[in-house]
């Protein structure tokens, strides 16, 4: 696709539910890096992958989240029994290739955890 | 503790005016990048200075780099509305850039 596309963009959720956030990579990157906005903080970051495999979760907050990557394209961010702290924007971005800096970033999803 | 701190928190000129905003970084860097976010959602690559830089321009935009003093700065010329934004320097390793929390930078008409 033309640019890094994250859905759904809005996600209003209640306490205890999961929830899954879905991010389309720019066609051919292979890099596909997950982070987390709180309302007015910096970037937090959660996870990379190169192609399928994650070398670094340490970023994942807690066991409750995880996330996967298949055909080295899309990836689905999931936040199991979601609770009010997990309400942020998610961000998703992507690279060429790991390694190379220049990150290109999608418009985000709007968690609220009720 | 974020990588890349940037100063001031907040900024408010006028437009036509520069502005300026600062990074301050703990360790060292093989090269560092600066970022616009719009409206809180997705961020836009300004420019990235690699270690052996000194300066680097790009349209209005002007970034040093200070790796003696573990610093960057970033300077907009000539103001506009549309640079309203948030702006973040990233530095680290490929596939973990850490931000900081970002200068918010309102032009007004």
């Known amino acids: 696709g033309a640019g890094v596309s994250q859905s759904p963009s809005n996600k209003v959720t209640e306490k205890g539910k999961d929830v899954e956030l879905r991010c389309d990579p720019i066609?051919?990157?292979?890099?596909l890096y997950w982070y987390r906005q709180s309302l007015g903080q910096g970037l937090e970051f959660l996870i990379y992958f190169q192609g399928n495999s994650a070398p670094d979760k340490s970023g994942l907050p807690s066991d409750r989240f995880s996330a996967e990557r298949t055909g080295g394209s899309v990836s689905t961010l999931t936040i199991q029994r979601t609770q009010q702290e997990d309400s942020a924007v998610y961000l998703c971005?992507?690279?060429?290739?790991?390694?190379?800096?220049?990150?290109?970033f999608g418009s985000g999803t709007q968690l609220s955890v009720l | 503790s974020q990588q890349g701190e940037e100063d001031p928190q907040a900024l408010s000129i006028q437009e036509g005016e520069n502005a300026t905003m600062n990074c301050s970084y703990k360790?060292?860097?093989?090269?560092l990048q600066w970022y616009r976010q719009n409206s809180g959602r997705g961020l836009v690559h300004l420019i990235l200075?690699?270690?052996?830089?000194r300066e680097k321009h790009s349209g209005r935009l002007r970034v040093t780099l200070d790796t003696s003093k573990k610093s960057s700065s970033l300077l907009i010329t000539a103001s506009r509305a549309a640079d309203t934004a948030s702006y973040f320097c990233?530095?680290?390793?490929?596939?973990?850039?850490?931000f900081g929390a970002g200068t918010q930078v309102v032009v007004t008409p």
């Open positions: 066609s051919g990157h292979t890099a």
């Open positions: 990233a530095r680290g390793r490929p596939g973990k850039l850490q």
């Open positions: 971005a992507s690279s060429l290739e790991q390694g190379d800096e220049k990150l290109f």
């Open positions: 200075i690699r270690s052996n830089e």
């Open positions: 360790t060292s860097i093989n090269n």
